[in-house]
């Protein structure tokens, strides 16, 4: 079965630094992987996704994902932080043969000042 | 616009009480999912729908149920709430197709005492 790890419950980093989070998945199969971001007291908005075209996938608000085949990775990064970044993000990636998503736990993102 | 409603926002009930929550989409979306999100699990997809009449256990579907007579609407009610259903829960539709983005609502949060 599919499933996606998150390494890190908890990322800080400084208002302009670089955002590395982390996301690697089991699959038997190509998958179809997903970032979304959950803000507080939101519902979860879909940041990007990768459907086998291009490996570099850009998303909104500058942040973009390269998937990895040989590590099983797909990590979401942005060069430069922003105070409107912090929130908590989900990796996720569809169950094969089925319509459903599998959720990562979450990385919540603390942009400090 | 199209759109995805969820409610109550909030809800507080008694342990033993039959709930239902309610989800409205004007998306048009075959789709449609029910998850429970809570500390440290991320979501979990409790009960998921392709279409009318049509209706599918998830992850963690024990003291849920869902029906679907429209389009529009997959209501999911609590049989009899107990204290470890105390979570926030969050509808989400799609179109047919694996790549096909999933979109939120704002999520209910749900207190059984």
């Known amino acids: 079965a599919q499933s996606v790890t998150q390494l890190g419950s908890h990322v800080s980093v400084s208002e302009g630094a670089l955002v590395l989070l982390r996301c690697n998945y089991s699959?038997?199969?190509?998958?179809?992987l997903f970032w979304y971001v959950q803000y507080p007291n939101q519902g979860l908005q879909l940041l990007l996704k990768?459907?086998?075209?291009?490996?570099l996938v850009k998303g909104i608000n500058g942040f973009e994902a390269e998937f990895k085949k040989s590590e099983t990775s797909f990590h979401l990064t942005k060069p430069s932080a922003h105070m409107s970044d912090a929130a908590e993000y989900f990796c996720?990636?569809?169950?094969?043969?089925?319509?459903?998503?599998?959720f990562g736990k979450g990385t919540k993102l603390t942009v400090n000042p | 616009d199209a759109e995805i409603t969820q409610s109550p926002r909030h809800k507080i009930t008694e342990t033993g009480r039959q709930v239902t929550l309610a989800c409205h989409q004007t998306?048009?979306?075959?789709?449609m999912f029910w998850y429970r999100q809570d500390l440290g699990h991320g979501l979990r997809l409790i009960h998921y729908?392709?279409?009318?009449?049509?209706?599918n256990k998830g992850e963690v579907s024990d003291g849920y149920s869902v029906s679907r007579s429209n389009t529009e609407d997959l209501p999911l009610t609590l049989e009899s709430a107990a204290s470890s259903q105390t979570s926030v829960y969050f509808c989400?539709?799609?179109?047919?197709?694996?790549?096909?983005?999933?979109?939120f609502g704002p999520g209910t949060r749900l207190t059984v005492l």
């Open positions: 989400a539709s799609s179109s047919t197709g694996s790549t096909d983005t999933q979109y």
């Open positions: 699959s038997s199969v190509p998958p179809y």
């Open positions: 990768y459907t086998s075209a291009a490996t």
């Open positions: 996720a990636v569809i169950e094969g043969g089925s319509e459903k998503l599998v």
């Open positions: 998306w048009n979306h075959n789709n």
């Open positions: 729908s392709y279409g009318v009449q049509d209706t």
